[in-house]
């Protein structure tokens, strides 16, 4: 369907149980015929099953002898189409009766017809209720997506092979990381979606807490906090156990799915103990911070800032490092010295130096402190200047995996640890083996680092984005760091959904330079069908373009309505030719009855009183339930003749007593 990439046809939602799971999804124009059509289905059903009722009521109520009312009645039953004019004429007859004149009992004999005909007429409004079964096609529709040409992962390449492999690494690093960054100010920062543009996630936003925590690293008085009277804490942000079926959309029965956990801590640093000034051979001041080195044991520089950029108009800047305990050292871009080394969490910290950036009025954000201690006066304006020349912050991420079917998890530790618990310890089956496989791939790029100034350096610092001309900025609230950490931290779930849903449309490898893996190369195998599972078992949300249906409602209504219309059609002549096959007197009795209070017979029998004759049965082969004027001349009638016409109850006296 142009527009959308939803699955069109039948597929197993598993957010259901038993038969429920089936689901019928269809474009919503489509969708409007078929309820229309079931309409429409359902309401010839109500009156074909008005029509089986009025014929077995008829049968029953058949006497040798009978009174008008009782004539009247059986008329009705033999001649009525629906269920709501029966009503009418009922009412009308009972109206008619007055209570013992003329008749016994009119009331009990009208009555159960009454009632019989008033439960049947209720099944017509069943047919304003047919739509129960479709969801509503304003709404969220959550169904499969299609999936696309590649169905696989994403690998970097070596950078080192060339240029078309860096531009792909970081290129596609960047893209990715602002798509989510965009994401997560549209629909996580933001108290509701109004105006924010449509979301394919199976669910918009991932669910998480924030809470305070110890600080990451050890040492007293090592995090600064905004309270006082939480010394040495950190803002924990945790998404709690997140299902891969409920928030991926991993469309899968409950025994193959497994549950994931991603925690961020972060705090600023006090790290004064390791900045050094330090004047170089061109009398440049500088300010080193050494909390490890990159790549160069010998040479403990984490950062080294230059102290002219608070002289030369320049805005923020970002300095980030990270360390992977899952990388040999020598791999690693950042050793850390031991109070900032964890072998159980990914670590990353950052430096941001605000250089020339004047505040117009005080900020007392640890991150962006710039406080009455350095004033500057231009006019009558009075500008705020930072009070450090640049100030730390320090995050750790963790990660989880849970299997639901027993409970057992890993511990929080780094990712790589905890896919390596998980197959080791968790007992998981080859389907849920396939899921932690592509879940862990999702959140390798979802840390802080990567969320943050790693992939989008001073872009990733909000501060930066309400600066006037790089050097003059509004006053800040104090607990800026907090929406800084927290922005990075929807980012890495936006990052997570992105990932988690690509999984089944990659792009093709020569149109990005970078490595995918696809399905369709993998070894044959269970853990191979278990990925080309996923492939086609990916939940979407689509709003406004297609309809969901329960499957097995949508037959049931329609095979019980064609099966109720088609007994209404083949009833009577069934009957007829089992009397035929088995004849009986009460057979022929009730057979002759149905045929003498057709409509059809009961104006043969008044015009045949009135001398208009011979008649004979229609049709060419004179097997037609509807009586004709035998022979070539063609009688004409007036209003004036029927007038003349004897009461139809005598005719059907007449016709008994000859």
């Known amino acids: 369907m142009p527009g959308t990439n939803a699955y069109i046809g039948v597929w197993m939602n598993y957010d259901s149980d038993g038969v429920g799971r089936a689901t019928l999804t269809l474009p919503v124009n489509w969708a409007s015929y078929l309820i229309s059509g079931l309409a429409l289905l359902v309401s010839i059903a109500g009156s074909s099953c008005w029509a089986i009722a009025a014929y077995v009521m008829h049968q029953k109520l058949v006497r040798p002898t009978f009174d008008p009312l009782h004539l009247q009645l059986q008329v009705l039953l033999r001649n009525t189409e629906s269920a709501l004019v029966a009503m009418k004429e009922l009412a009308m007859i009972q109206h008619a009766w007055p209570r013992h004149e003329n008749s016994k009992r009119p009331v009990v004999r009208v009555l159960p017809i009454a009632l019989v005909a008033f439960v049947v007429a209720s099944f017509a409004v069943a047919s304003v209720f047919v739509a129960a079964i479709a969801s509503r096609s304003e709404q ?265 079917n027993n409970m057992g998890c890993t511990a929080a530790t780094s990712l790589m640890k905890a896919y390596s618990q998980g197959r080791d310890i968790l007992d998981l089956n080859t389907p849920q083996v396939a899921v932690l496989t592509r879940t862990s791939l999702a959140f390798a790029g979802c840390s802080s680092f990567s969320s943050g100034f790693g992939n989008l350096g001073v872009g990733g610092l909000q501060a930066n984005e309400i600066t006037f001309n790089d050097f003059i900025s509004p006053p800040l609230p104090p607990n800026q760091w907090e929406k800084e950490v927290l922005l990075w931290f929807q980012t890495g779930l936006s990052y997570v959904q992105q990932e988690m849903f690509s999984f089944v449309d990659q792009p093709r490898p020569n149109t990005t330079g970078l490595d995918v893996h696809s399905v369709a190369d993998m070894d044959a195998g269970p853990l191979r069908e278990a990925m080309w599972n996923m492939c086609v078992n990916q939940k979407t949300s689509s709003a406004g373009q297609v309809q969901n249906f329960n499957f097995v409602g949508l037959m049931i209504i329609i095979c019980l309505s064609v099966f109720i219309i088609t007994l209404a059609l083949i009833l009577e002549p069934c009957v007829r030719l089992f009397r035929m096959w088995r004849e009986t007197e009460s057979g022929r009795l009730r057979q002759r009855s149905w045929e003498m209070d057709s409509k059809y017979d009961l104006v043969r029998k008044a015009l045949q009183g009135q001398g208009v004759r011979p008649w004979r049965k229609g049709g060419r082969k004179k097997d037609s339930g509807i009586p004709v004027i035998h022979g070539e001349q063609i009688l004409q009638l007036s209003i004036l003749d029927q007038d003349d016409l004897l009461p139809l109850y005598q005719q059907k006296e007449i016709a008994c007593t000859t």
């Open 140 to 404: 969220d529709i959550v169904t499969l997506v299609k999936p696309g040409a590649v169905c696989g992962w994403v690998l970097p390449p070596d950078i080192s092979s060339g240029n078309e492999a860096t531009i792909a690494v970081f290129g596609g690093a960047a893209n990715s990381s602002l798509r989510a960054r965009g994401y997560a100010k549209d629909w996580y920062a933001r108290d509701n979606g109004f105006g924010t543009p449509p979301s394919v996630f199976p669910i918009r936003t991932l669910p998480y807490t924030v809470g305070t925590g110890p600080c990451p690293f050890p040492d007293v008085g090592r995090c600064i906090s905004n309270d006082s009277s939480s010394l040495n804490s950190a803002i924990v942000l945790d998404t709690g156990l997140l299902d891969s079926h409920a928030h991926f959309g991993v469309n899968l029965p409950k025994e193959n799915r497994i549950r994931s956990r991603m925690v961020t801590t972060c705090a600023p640093l006090n790290v004064s103990e390791f900045i050094h000034k330090v004047v170089e051979i061109d009398e440049e001041t500088y300010y080193d911070l050494s909390v490890g080195s990159f790549q160069k044991p010998t040479r403990n520089i984490t950062f080294r800032m230059n102290a002219h950029s608070t002289k030369d108009f320049i805005g923020y800047q970002i300095r980030s490092a990270t360390y992977n305990p899952d990388v040999q050292e020598g791999g690693s871009s950042w050793i850390p010295i031991p109070p900032f080394k964890r072998a159980d969490a990914l670590v990353s910290i950052y430096a941001v130096a605000q250089n020339s950036i004047t505040y117009l009025s005080p900020v007392y954000d640890p991150l962006f402190i710039a406080n009455e201690d350095y004033v500057m006066k231009l006019g009558n304006t009075t500008y705020y200047r930072p009070k450090n020349f640049f100030n730390i912050i320090g995050c750790i991420d963790q990660y989880q995996f849970c299997n639901p």
